[in-house]
């Protein structure tokens, strides 16, 4: 098992990509605290890993509390005794051109997808850093390097996670702690179908193909890392292309 005595807090992890990485982790002897808003998904997220023989913690938590958060990561530190691995999935998207964009899906938004993973981190940090080690893998999308029209405020917020975890790669070296961004295109997931509803998701990816890629950087090589991964659909065109 690659993931074998490390301890990983997944937030967004009641359903979707969140509970995909979980689920995936714990496979690999990880043990996994599953954080979200919804008490009953989290808590069936958490018992699905008990029962692959890994412990779990299900927590109920808002990403854009701060006091919230802290309680959560103090709580999952006494219980597993740090965490190893930081994934900031907890997301928000709602869809519309600018001019009809009221300022209070503005600040949700990045509240959520930008503000969220910054609290989330300097939960964690001092831990991280008094080990001398871990890993934070941001959860943010190709909308976080090209424009998409209508979703002004989701690629402001995912344009900013991916230049937050670039300089927290850049000031976290020094204490062996690395910081990945992965930025997938079209997922099925529960959130894509409400901010998408008019759009055909039968060539979208599927929430495990993102798993695959989150556990791909939770094991690499200590001579290595990666600062940015772009995942799209197939039948996509490539970012940039």
Known sequence: MQLEGKAALVTGAGRGIGREIALTFAKEGCDVAVASRTRTEVEAVA???????RRSLAVVCDVTDYAGVSTMVEHVIQEFGGVDI?????GYARFQPFKDLPPEE???TL??????????TKAVLPSMIARQSGR???ISSNAGVKPIRDQSAYCASKHGLNGLSKVLAMELRPYGIN???ICPGGVDTQLSRQAMPHRDHSEFMAPEDIAHTALYLA???PRATVDEIVVRRFASVPVGG
């Open 47 to 53: 018992e699905e890993i008990r029962g692959l023989g």
């Open 86 to 90: 930081l994934v900031n999935n907890a």
């Open 106 to 108: 503005w600040r949700r």
């Open 111 to 120: 509240d959520v997808n930008l503000t969220g993973p910054y609290y989330c």
């Open 136 to 138: 934070i893998i941001n």
């Open 179 to 181: 910081v990945h961004a």
């Open 219 to 221: 094991t690499l090589s």
